[in-house]
């Protein structure tokens, strides 16, 4: 089902259920202890051991020797696992380092192997007595010794160009250009990233946490060099992900490599040390961003270009998304530019690029606005755009930007402030009052869901949508209970498996109105399907109060 005319009369227009104050259907279980996340399967297997992931000591080079002799000797360890014992591996498309390091080393506390015993302090404990000798090779670190050798943009990213921007900057009667850099950040989720795998024969079942289930699946099977209808991927739960659980990790890979090497469940999890480097990061940025004005302050010319580093086949950082849409100029430049470098691989975390380019481009607004004289609020709607800069014949559905700046401003107290800095003090504090916009483009991807009635008009939704603490299941419970007329009570949704249909999954923003598009679509052909079953229209149907109603005939829901 494709949403391709502006939305009319809906079910979901009723509100009967959406867009009223619901509590939360993961709330109970969270707050009471009893919502399972992937390390705490307890009463779906027995037997279950322990894996301890070992980090390379180096961050660029070879492994020359390992000797794991001790370690298999330690009490308690079932299997020392490496790249020599491992099997053939494959590698992910979403993966831009090896899960699984050896011997050659990408960089620092790559995993490198795992040790399996009974406990987790005996894995530990062993995990210390493996020997590894390695033989370093220099590598590339610094973003700013490696920028001035990038000189083009990669081939999948070219600059985006509209007018002349050179022209229009250099003859701007105001000009302003400033470089400013972004460092490298971790993220770390209260729940580390953690895996359980259990082997039936050829089947693979893995808990873990993971925002996007259908990625997981498909790059577990190509690293495993396996089919993938013989795994199942389970995430129901997640605490947190910001992005850091968006792909396959180094302890699902792990943690199935040690079952299968044992015949036994295992559960591996990253220590919070291990996680940094073992999952992706924001990588440092180095960013220029050019701003040409006539004097009232309306900009003819923007460019915002960003440098950063990656390993071979990494992404850039897309910090200058938000460049392209927030402000009017009628001559534009955006350029992503992409370093070598040999540090862990770089990718979401907490939002893409917007984050480290947000602000960026907002300082720069900020510094323009001084420059020439103008209150910051009334410059940013000064250059206020209601088509995409870029092809003013696109125009934004909805934008109220300069409804928000002034509503923002008004309720502060925005014009009391004074402008010049270090003027007003509190005690031994200085105090300032400054602003900024923000800004995320809307993006929607194609997600399915299965949704079936029972005779007892109870309704059940399945898709392998996650949720990271963001509500999913209340939300598509609310889309399911007013798209079929029952009360939410009478909704039951299942989420994070790899058997339901493949959905948006959490991610960038787009998980909500995605996964609900997707059970929106899912309950009109029930509706259709009820329909048929009760002989009526479905066109002219009302799904409401447990009962469908056409004209003066109404039948209970359960009926069909």
């Not at 992910?92 to 302090?121: D, K």
């Not at 600059?159 to 900057?169: H, L």
């Not at 400054?434 to 005779?455: C, E, I, K, Q, Y």
């Amino acid at each position: 089902m494709k949403f391709e005319t502006p939305a009319q009369d809906n079910p979901v227009d009723q509100l009967k259920v959406v867009g009223r104050p619901h509590d939360r259907i993961d709330g109970p279980l969270k707050t009471t202890g009893t919502a399972p996340y992937a390390y705490e399967w307890h009463d779906e297997v027995d037997k279950v051991a322990y894996g301890y992931v070992i980090g390379s000591a180096i961050a660029k080079g070879r492994i020359t020797s390992i000797d794991t002799r001790a370690a298999k000797n330690a009490p308690g360890v079932l299997a020392v696992i490496t790249a020599d014992n491992a099997g053939k591996l494959g590698k992910g498309e979403m993966n831009a380092a090896t899960l699984l390091g050896g011997p050659t080393i990408e960089h620092y506390h790559q995993a490198i192997g795992v040790v399996v015993a009974e406990t987790f302090e005996q894995a530990r404990a062993a995990a210390a007595l493996v020997e590894v000798n390695y033989q370093r090779e220099r590598g590339a670190w610094d973003l700013a010794e490696e920028k001035p050798g990038v000189t083009t943009p990669p081939e999948d990213t070219p600059d985006k160009k509209v007018g002349d921007f050179d022209r229009a900057f250099d003859s701007a009667a105001v000009q302003f250009d400033a470089t400013y850099t972004t460092p490298d950040q971790s993220h770390m989720a209260m729940e580390p990233h953690a895996s359980m795998a259990v082997w039936e024969g050829e089947k693979l079942t893995l808990w873990t946490t993971n925002q996007m289930i259908n990625w997981c699946h498909s790059d577990l099977a190509k690293t495993l060099n396996i089919p993938q209808e013989n795994i199942r991927v389970r995430s129901p739960y997640i605490g947190g992900g910001f992005g850091g659980k968006l792909f396959l990790r180094s302890d699902a890979l792990l943690a199935a490599l040690g079952a299968r090497a044992i015949q036994r469940p295992v559960k591996v999890m990253l220590t919070r040390p291990m996680i940094p480097n073992n999952t992706t990061h924001r990588p440092a940025t180095i960013q220029r961003v050019r701003i040409g004005a006539d004097e009232s302050g309306h900009i003819s010319a923007i460019a915002h270009e960003s440098w950063n580093g990656n390993l071979p086949g990494g992404p850039t950082e897309t910090a200058t998304n938000q460049t392209e849409l927030l402000y009017a100029g009628a001559n534009r430049l955006t350029g992503l530019r992409l370093a070598k470098l040999d540090l862990p691989e770089g990718n979401s975390m907490r939002a893409p690029g917007e984050a480290p380019g947000m602000m960026v481009l907002e300082i720069a607004m900020d510094e323009m606005a001084e420059k020439l004289g103008i209150d910051p609020v009334e410059f940013r709607i000064l250059n206020d755009t209601q088509v995409d800069p870029a092809n003013p014949e696109r125009p934004f559905s909805q934008r109220q930007l300069i409804e928000c700046l002034r509503t923002g401003a008004e309720h502060f107290g925005w014009q009391q402030r004074n402008p010049t800095p270090a003027q007003v003090r509190d005690g031994r504090w200085l105090v300032g009052m400054g602003m900024a916009a923000g800004f995320r483009n809307n993006l929607v991807t194609p997600s399915g869901a299965r949704v079936r009635l029972d005779a007892q008009g109870t309704v059940t939704v399945e898709t392998d949508m996650t949720d990271i603490g963001t509500g999913s299941y209340t939300i598509i419970a609310q889309t399911a209970a007013e798209m079929m007329g029952v009360p939410i009570e009478k909704v039951v949704v299942k989420l994070g498996d790899s058997t339901f249909p493949v959905s948006s999954g959490s991610g960038g923003q787009w998980g909500g109105n995605s996964s609900t598009a997707g059970v929106y679509a899912a309950c009109v052909k029930l509706r259709e399907a009820v329909a048929d079953r009760l002989g009526i229209d479905a066109s002219s149907a009302m799904f409401a109060d447990e009962q469908v109603r056409v004209g003066e005939r109404s039948i209970p829901l359960r009926e069909a």
